[in-house]
Every structure is written in structure tokens, then in C-alpha cells.
């Protein structure tokens, strides 16, 4: 089986303060970083996202991986993955059978990994995780390949602002719980405090 891995990292952190969330370090190792060890399973990883984005992996990290950025800037998760996906079409001449997507947010998504992976390879359009109180999470998922390039062309002309619910609503997937916390994601500052993270002197929280 062939997996490769795309990484979002290129939203605002409005409720941040526009600190990026990418940075944030959680035991030692950026959020960014962190992501991109949960995807280690993957051929190639393709980090979406600004340009300071890639100051934030170890050189090791850095050299294994590939980087691109949505267009528009800010364009959203929808925008970000279809230019994950073209960075990866355009790297491999045989293309993946699944493509694992993860927002780099969720600090503990690792442990949610191999589980989607399980409960990807019988289903028709991949596995998309549950978290404990049973909410879906989008940006934690394992997809077919050929089902999220569908969805892309299907919807090509939205894709700007376009939500991950509405781009893969026509797609066959598996709900999968997923261990408890592994997607719990840090959006405000209250989220990062649980991890140890205090707001930055210059930044506030916004609604």
C-alpha cells in the first residue's frame, strides 16, 4: 500500500492572536513537527502552508518533505488540500492509494493514525475520525486517493473558503473512533494552556 500525507498548516490562528498555531511547541516539538511525525507511516508528506511555515521543522524533517501554499493565501482546508494534492501528483508518477490528512493542530493525533488507517482498507472512500464525543473530524482522515481527486474536480470552481464537510460530502466513508484526546486541536489560547502553553505577552484571545 501506497500512503502519502498531506499537512495543513496555512490558517490564520485568528483566536491566536495570528500567533501561528504551527509554532506552538508541545514537549519539545512544534505542533508542525509533531503532525509531521504522525504522518511518518507516509512515502511523502506535503506541508500546505506559508513560506515561515518551514522554519519550523528540524532539518531532518525539513529535508523529507515538500511544501506548497493554497491558492489564495488563507484560502482555506478545502483550497490547502487540492494544492497538497497537485504537489503530490506532480512528485510521483505512481500515485498513492491513500492519502492521509491531518491539520497540524491536534497535538496527540498520532495515536489516531493506525486506527484510521484499520478502518480505511475496507471502505470505499477512506476513514474519517470520531472523537469521544462523537463530533467529526475532518482534518483526520485517510483517504483514497482517486475519491479526494474527485471531490477536488467536482468542486474546482468553490474551492476558495470551501469547508472539508461540504468538499467530501458525496464520499463513502468510515466513521472511526478514534482514542480519546488524539484530536482535541488548540484554536484559542485556553486550548494551549492545557498543554502547558501560556499567550504570548503580545497577543489576546479573540471571540
Known amino acids: 500500500m501506497i500512503v502519502d500525507a498531506v499537512v495543513l498548516a496555512g490558517g490564520r490562528s485568528s483566536r491566536l492572536g495570528s500567533e501561528p498555531k504551527a509554532g506552538l511547541v508541545v514537549e519539545g516539538r512544534t505542533l508542525l513537527a509533531r503532525a509531521v511525525d504522525a504522518a511518518s507511516v507516509a512515502r511523502q508528506t506535503v506541508v500546505v502552508g506559508d513560506v515561515q511555515s518551514q522554519r519550523l521543522l528540524p532539518t531532518p524533517l525539513l529535508s523529507s518533505v515538500l511544501h506548497t501554499r493554497e491558492t489564495p493565501e488563507f484560502g482555506g482546508p478545502a483550497a490547502g488540500l487540492a494544492a497538497g494534492l497537485a504537489v503530490l501528483a506532480a512528485a510521483h508518477a505512481t ?23 484499520a478502518a480505511a482498507g475496507s471502505a470505499r472512500d477512506g476513514a474519517i475520525a470520531v472523537d469521544s464525543a462523537g463530533s467529526t473530524q475532518y482534518l483526520a482522515g485517510v483517504y483514497r486517493t482517486a475519491s479526494l481527486e ?20 458525496e464520499l463513502e466513508l468510515a466513521p472511526t473512533a478514534v482514542p480519546t484526546g488524539s484530536t482535541d486541536d488548540i484554536d484559542t489560547w485556553s486550548d494551549a494552556a492545557r498543554y502547558g502553553i501560556a499567550a504570548r505577552a503580545t497577543t489576546k484571545e479573540t471571540a
Open 95 to 117: 500515485p498513492s492509494e491513500f492519502v492521509l490528512v491531518l491539520a497540524c493542530d491536534m497535538p496527540r493525533v498520532a495515536s489516531a493514525v493506525s486506527v484510521l488507517f
Open 150 to 169: 474527485s471531490a477536488v474536480v467536482l468542486h474546482k470552481t468553490e474551492l476558495t473558503d470551501f469547508s472539508m464537510r461540504a468538499l467530501l460530502r
